[in-house]
């Protein structure tokens, strides 16, 4: 068995859904993220053709959006696809699929993310007449909308709505400092116009503290302290550790998918981030950088919480140093693979050293969460 290690990682631009990127289809999205990682990782591709295509999407029109992307972005038809539903989770679950290939055996170069078009998912028709989306849960398990589920997972938890407004401020504000710095401008792959997320703004703190609440009556949940439904698409090339030709990259050193209470999926995180550190035999405080999928403040606050981790404090360089989908918004089905592309950039571009240990964790409608180990390998 090999280790997997992911040589390269790419996205797009983040879109708001309905504004710049409205019309552009899921697999279009994908399409030129999957060329230029397939570019980034030259001349691996000579010496090995593309084994596997595994790409998350949750909302999509299905059909195999990951085989229909891969024909789109050109590759030989030789080359499948699999596409892989795992709500706010997939990219990141696609990614660890990809790695057990990897480190089996059956596999030795697949590329991995996920993709997400919120502004041309399409109407859900059933018997009863058009809904908004699949149920998460059987209705005796309550199956909440995750927005009143993370107002829920707050107050259980203590999460006062003057942390969460402070946490997506700074959140909007890391973002925008990354942006003008130039730190996103090595994994960006322009599509439809778009070369930059069009999301972080200065957020003015009187403002959020006025903003009513947007899924519970007295809630602390508001939009000013929650993601945005977005567009855009992230892909990571994993190749095994005797394969990478002396490339730097993000060894997987452990992965999890765990469940956790359907009426609090928000939770997810938490067991899937211990489990991921008790299998690698790792302490939380030996990790140098995590990124979360950042739905909702009072969700992630709650789980820093429970980790140990003050992302408004001490750990604000650990946790979404450049900001997270509060700022950048959230692409379904492609956030859990952004969070793995951030973690690429931080680290092996950031030039950190070899042994240096990344993690990245989402939440997942139905209560589960996914969290991935990552080590730096020079």
């Not at 090999?2 to 708001?16: E, F, H, Q």
């Not at 710049?20 to 001349?43: F, G, N």
């Not at 005796?140 to 909308?145: L, N, Q, R």
């Not at 067991?271 to 550190?277: E, G, N, T, W, Y």
Request: proline share 8%; net charge neutral.
């Amino acid at each position: 068995m090999t280790a997997p290690v992911v040589v390269a990682a790419r996205r797009t631009p983040i879109g708001t859904a309905g504004k710049a990127l409205r019309e552009v289809t899921v697999d279009q999205l994908a399409a030129p993220v999957l060329s230029a990682v397939v570019d980034d990782v030259w001349p691996l591709t000579a010496m090995r053709p593309v084994d596997d295509v595994v790409l998350g999407n949750c909302m999509g029109p299905g059909g195999n959006v990951a085989r229909v992307a891969a024909l789109a972005a050109g590759f030989d038809v030789a080359v499948p696809g699999v596409t892989v539903d795992r709500q706010c989770g997939s990219g990141l679950a696609a990614i660890l699929q990809a790695g057990q290939a990897i480190r089996s055996g059956e596999a030795r170069l697949v590329l991995a993310g996920g993709a997400e078009s919120a502004s041309t998912a399409p109407q859900r028709v059933g018997a009863a007449g058009p809904y908004d989306r699949a149920p998460f849960t059987p209705p005796e398990f309550g199956d909440p909308d995750m927005g009143a589920a993370a107002d829920d997972l707050a107050r259980r938890r203590g999460v006062t709505r003057g942390r969460q407004d402070a946490y997506a401020a700074a959140s909007h504000r890391k973002a925008l400092l990354a942006r003008d710095a130039g730190r996103f401008d090595a994994e960006l792959v322009p599509v439809g116009g778009l070369e930059r997320d069009d999301r972080p703004r200065p957020l003015d703190p009187a403002v959020l503290a006025r903003m009513p609440p947007a899924f519970v009556p007295r809630g602390s949940v508001t939009v000013g302290n929650s993601c945005a439904n977005s567009d855009g698409a992230a892909v990571v090339a994993l190749t095994g550790d005797d394969l990478r030709a002396g490339r730097p990259g993000l060894r997987l050193v452990a992965g999890a998918v765990v469940g956790c209470d359907p009426r609090l999926p928000g939770w997810g995180p938490a067991p899937a981030v211990q489990r991921v550190l008790a299998s690698a035999r790792v302490a939380l405080g030996d990790v140098a950088a995590v990124e979360i999928v950042e739905a909702f403040a009072g969700q992630v606050l709650a789980v820093t919480d429970a980790l140990g981790l003050d992302p408004l404090g001490p750990d604000a360089g650990t946790v979404c140093a450049d900001g997270g989908a509060l700022a950048l918004g959230h692409p379904w089905g492609a956030s859990g693979a952004v969070v793995v592309v951030r973690l690429f950039a931080r680290l092996v571009r950031g030039g950190a050293p070899a042994g240096t240990l990344g993690l990245a964790t989402a939440a997942i409608g139905g209560g589960m969460g996914v969290a991935g180990l990552f080590e730096v390998v020079r």
